[in-house]
């Protein structure tokens, strides 16, 4: 909901390890309001930026349809939480036969560990970065493995996001309740081809689409060809730095292998083949190694000669 007149440029970045990258960055000018002399300064809502001009404070936010096919078109998406706990509990963690005592072998009574969860239904799919709780956010084909036996998987990280810090009596809502969640999780459909309707800002009281009444409605989504909905949110209270024009203001997210690959694909490019099937599946590529010279020190003259009196 910027507040003026504003570009955006939306960038996508892979990397040879599979990575994907995608940033949004706005600039522009900003919406201004007069401000008399006798209001001083700033007030709650704003700066004094010119001499009777003062600029509001706004945010910057942005709804993304992700549609995620890992590997296949059938998906899970799982939380990966990191905790701390006791280490009798810690180590019980995912154990289908629990211990009873500590082994004697682990000396201190507390340790760290994950929890792993497969989300089931779209309602708990809505979720927010808490650094007091962090944790991973996976998606993947449950039945696909690594080498390892692990699921071959993403995970969706966002950078810095805050809250979207609108009060549950705005007008705004419900044209913007996609910004009360970072992430929803829901199942892929064609006619949810939008985060919000294309009229929608101008048409709060009556909006066209809501995400969270009408794209989480209780779905499974084990198992299912899911669509991550990721809210970037930037909060600007614009200072005289930003007069005559904003500085970009950027956020974005990643997609990472999580498990993915059997090792690192980019660590040694010739070894790609590593990655493809074996000459006895068909494959009869091959290494074109580069020439390799003898490793020779450097010869040093170490004779010593008096050069005294």
């Not at 198992?223 to 614009?238: E, F, G, I």
Request: aromatic share 10%; proline share 6%; with cysteine.
């Amino acid at each position: 909901m910027p507040n003026g007149n504003y570009d955006y440029v939306m960038t996508y970045k892979f990397s040879l390890d599979g990575e994907v990258r995608v940033e949004v960055g706005s600039t522009g000018y900003v919406q201004t309001h007069y401000m008399p002399a006798s209001r001083g300064s700033k007030d709650s809502m704003a700066y004094r930026v010119h001499t009777s001009t003062a600029a509001s404070l706004h945010d910057h936010t942005y709804g993304i349809k992700v549609d995620l096919d890992i590997g296949t078109q059938d998906n899970s998406f799982m939380t990966v939480e990191y905790k701390a706990a006791s280490t009798l509990d810690a180590l019980n963690e995912g154990r289908e036969t629990p211990l009873t005592t500590k082994p004697d072998y682990m000396l201190f009574d507390t340790m760290r560990y994950v929890e792993e969860k497969t989300i089931e239904i779209e309602e708990d799919a809505m979720m927010n970065v808490d650094p007091a709780t962090p944790k991973n956010w996976i998606f993947g084909d449950t039945s696909n493995k690594n080498k390892w036996g692990n699921t071959k998987a993403y995970r969706l990280h966002l950078d810095a996001n805050p809250s979207s810090v609108v009060h549950p009596d705005s007008h705004i809502l419900p044209t913007f309740s996609y910004a009360n969640h970072m992430l929803h999780v829901t199942v892929q459909k064609d006619s949810e081809d939008t985060i919000s309707g294309p009229y929608d800002m101008n048409r709060m009281d009556s909006p066209q689409f809501v995400l969270e009444e009408h794209a989480v409605d209780g779905e499974n989504i084990v198992q299912k060809d899911l669509v991550a909905w990721v809210t970037l949110t930037s909060m600007h209270l614009p200072t005289s730095e930003n007069v005559p024009m904003t500085n970009m203001i950027s956020h974005g997210f990643t997609l990472s292998p999580y498990n993915y690959f059997d090792e690192n694909p980019a660590m040694d490019l010739p070894h790609l083949l590593r990655m493809h099937p074996t000459e006895a599946e068909g494959d009869t590529r091959s290494e074109d190694l580069p020439e390799v010279h003898e490793c020779v020190p450097i010869q040093f003259d170490t004779t010593h000669t008096f050069a005294g009196v």
